[in-house]
């Protein structure tokens, strides 16, 4: 199994330019998520979903939008790109959507920044 | 509503000597805590995690942590640091059964001396 696969590693984009962020899993989980890691915050949860076609907001979901249109696949959209928006973006995978203490399986992450 | 804090944003250790990173929690709800580590240029690991079925909680690479929910913390320690455990821990807690989501604290930045 590959895990949880993201790409790209690294993106550079200038302000107001639209990207999307891939995310795959090949363990057939549920359960995935995007989160921003900026520094002294941890993570921050901006979408989540916990099945195709189902998605919801997380703590920090304005400047992004998301869609699941496969168990497979969770990809992450900016659609105008902000300086603000510049962080490491993770995704993470679990099994189950109705358990609370499933571990979640995090991808290597993409580096963005907006100049 | 849940949240965690983590005690000091970085801690240095000599090779040897006793880890101890500290995360208090907050929860409404019985929480399930988590420890990841991360190292550079990497995403997050799972250490280990408690679900309830027993207060001390024994992780990879020899850590572990204990809950203790009359002081509202789940500290992690490691008897022994070696130079590999170098990199930044993060707590988190899950229990927000509405989102199934990790709310993790800032982090602490693990530094092993020589």
């Known amino acids: 199994n590959a895990g949880v696969t993201q790409t790209p590693k690294f993106q550079v984009l200038k302000t107001g330019q639209s990207m999307t962020l891939q995310c795959a899993q090949d363990?057939?989980?549920?359960?995935m998520s995007w989160y921003r890691q900026d520094p002294g915050m941890g993570l921050r949860l901006i979408h989540y979903s916990v099945g195709a076609g189902i998605t919801d907001q997380g703590e920090v979901p304005n400047g992004y939008n998301v869609s699941r249109s496969t168990t497979e696949d969770f990809p992450l959209r900016l659609l105008s790109a902000a300086p603000s928006q510049t962080s490491v973006y993770f995704c993470?995978?679990?099994?189950?959507?109705?358990?609370?203490?499933?571990?979640?399986?995090f991808g290597p992450g993409t580096r963005l920044t907006v100049l | 509503a849940q949240s965690v804090t983590q005690l000091g944003s970085h801690v240095s250790v000599s090779e040897g000597a006793l880890v101890l990173l500290r995360c208090n929690y907050s929860s409404s709800v019985p929480p399930y805590l988590f420890w990841y580590v991360q190292y550079p240029n990497q995403g997050l690991q799972l250490l280990l995690k408690?679900?309830?079925?027993?207060?001390l909680v024994k992780g990879i690479n020899g850590f572990e942590a204990e809950f203790k929910k009359s002081e509202t913390s789940f500290h992690l320690t490691k008897p022994s640091a070696h130079m590999s455990d170098a990199a930044e821990y993060f707590c988190?807690?899950?229990?927000?059964?509405?989102?199934?989501?990790?709310?993790f604290g800032s982090g602490t930045r693990l530094q092993v001396q020589p």
């Open positions: 993470a995978s679990s099994y189950s959507k109705s358990s609370v203490h499933n571990e979640q399986f």
């Open positions: 408690y679900t309830s079925a027993a207060t």
């Open positions: 363990m057939n989980h549920e359960y």
């Open positions: 988190a807690v899950s229990g927000d059964t509405g989102r199934r989501a990790l709310t």
